[in-house]
């Protein structure tokens, strides 16, 4: 299983960006596919996760801005980041696992990063 990311880009603050993370293979509804980033210098941050399900987590610092969603019938997941400040510049990175976590470690697959840059 490979995932793969994509819909970074740059953007002014304020601004608006979806990220997409399609997922090879069936959905399975207790999976849990999640998105981290890691700005350079910083540890990877937790930031969204959700079952297919339909259950999700956001971070305390994108509550109300970010949301995350899944379209089992596409098999991808989705961050709709809205409201975009330059803390949020980072390399953004879809993950699977099977528990609803804000750590890395249940996670066993991840993707490839794609980069979202913030300009003030």
């Known amino acids: 299983v490979q995932l793969q990311a994509s819909g970074g880009g740059l953007v002014q603050a304020g601004g608006s960006l979806r990220l997409s993370c399609a997922v090879p293979?069936?959905?399975?509804?207790?999976?849990?596919l999640a998105w981290f980033r890691q700005a350079p210098g910083k540890e990877r941050e937790f930031v969204a996760a959700t079952r297919w399900s339909g259950s999700t987590l956001h971070a305390d610092s994108v509550k109300g801005r970010f949301t995350i969603t899944s379209d089992t019938a596409k098999k991808t997941v989705y961050l709709q980041m809205n409201s975009l400040k330059p803390e949020d510049t980072a390399l953004y990175s879809c993950a699977l696992g099977t528990e609803l976590s804000n750590t890395a470690s249940p996670y066993h697959i991840w993707g490839q990063g794609t980069q979202v840059t913030v300009s003030s």
């Open positions: 293979g069936r959905t399975v509804s207790s999976h849990v």
